[in-house]
């Protein structure tokens, strides 16, 4: 097979299912489901249209062969990423798409599928192919920051589907890693609650979106920002590295600014030039140092509406994260400007749903301050005040537990009761008393 044959007419590998780490027979291919569908080489459309497949000759497992060897050359390596990727767009598997693509030397093409990495029934890439690959889909002044770096980040399109690029020299070689974003869809078809439409129409304050990679933080902002952008007429600003979702304009002035490819050199920047534009919204991206979360406070104080994302768990460790990034003597300082400032903490996660159509759903917590916890704050007491969330005023405030929400998830047939009690750590006990009426303190 030559290199053009497999860019342009040669069908992609079928995925596999899940690599077995039990059976002695790590490196091996699993046979495909009857699910799967084959890759194949042009868009989605013509691929759905043609309904061709390709089923390798049986073999015993062990000795089954690749479908197909990816041919990699400088001239291929772009035309076969984006076969890869919109074969990630258009369904991997009969079932569902693919969230995220890894390539890595020594392995096959991995896509993640429902949560689990599923690999291409093709050759090992080598550390050259790799190289190749990655190369193809950077242009010259993204590979300039790689050499400079050793990582770079950036966002690539291929048709209507935007994906975000992450690549890095590992002690092994490059490592590539691609999330799929799709188009923002309309606030209601993610299954977030009313409460975060009314944070999102506030008009002052900092929010801080927090959760694990992977917990839905950036597309929960999205949907928020959305919201905002077809319902009244404001500026909205985000700060990105990269642009993850795309939005156009409805009501709102919409300004998307990518770190690096419109020409502003780094996050820093970015922030300090962010309340001079005059926001009435903006998003700060992820608070990665002391120096973008003072940005975003200082954005907030200006009298704007400020949305950034700290990768942790649960209200609590929020603070901690933040705390983190200053010494014993800046700490009471921080502490009052974020007393001052906050307008909510929110905590989400994305658990397995049972509700046919839907793959996942969110499970939150909601923390607004009012005056007391805003002193607890300022007072370095701020687990007492992520414990007044359990006060019947602070619901009313539209503050929400995470026992709150795996109750409501469990009631109203969203996820499984076993699912919720996994979730709910040491709070299990007291999921278990609510769910049979019981509160227990």
Known sequence: MTANQLADTAPLPESTAELDDHNGHDNAPRSPGGSSAAMTAGPPAESHASGKTHTPAAAPR??????????????TARSIMERLLRE???????????????????????????????????????????????NGIMTDVQRARFEKNHCVDFSYHVDRTRFRVNIVQSFIGRSISIR????????????LPERYLRIAEGHRGFVIMSGSTGSGKTTSIAA?????????HRKIVTIEDPIEYVYEPKKSIIVQI???????????????????????????????????????????????????????????????RILAYYDNIEQQRIL???????????????????????DVVPAYEIFIPNPLTRRYIRERRYQDAVAEMEKPAMKELGCVTYIDSLYRLVTEEWIDYHTALEH??????????RMIGIEIK
Do not use: W
């Open 62 to 75: 062990h000795q089954e062969a690749p479908v197909a060897n990816l041919v990699i050359t400088p001239e």
């Open 224 to 232: 928020m920002l959305d919201y905002v952008n077809r319902n009244y």
């Open 88 to 134: 990630m767009a258009a369904g991997v598997t009969n079932r569902t798409r693919a969230t995220d693509l890894h390539i890595n030397a020594g392995r096959p093409p991995d896509y993640r599928i429902e949560k689990l990495i599923r690999s291409a029934r093709t050759n090992r890439l080598t550390e050259q192919d790799v190289v190749m690959l990655s």
């Open 180 to 191: 799929r974003f799709e188009e923002i869809k309309d606030f209601e078809a993610y299954h």
């Open 336 to 358: 009052g400007t974020l007393a001052d400032n906050l307008a909510a903490i929110i905590n989400q996660r994305l658990l397995p749903c049972i509700k046919p159509g839907t």
């Open 424 to 433: 709910a750590g040491d709070k299990a006990e007291k999921l278990k008393g």
């Open 258 to 320: 990518e770190i690096g490819e419109d020409g502003v050199p780094n996050e820093e920047v970015a922030l300090r030039n962010l309340v001079r534009m005059d926001p009435d919204v903006g998003l700060a991206g992820e608070m990665r140092d002391r120096a973008s979360l003072e940005a975003a406070l200082k954005t907030a104080q200006a009298g704007h509406l400020i949305f950034g994302t700290l990768h942790c768990e649960g209200v609590g460790q929020a603070f901690d």
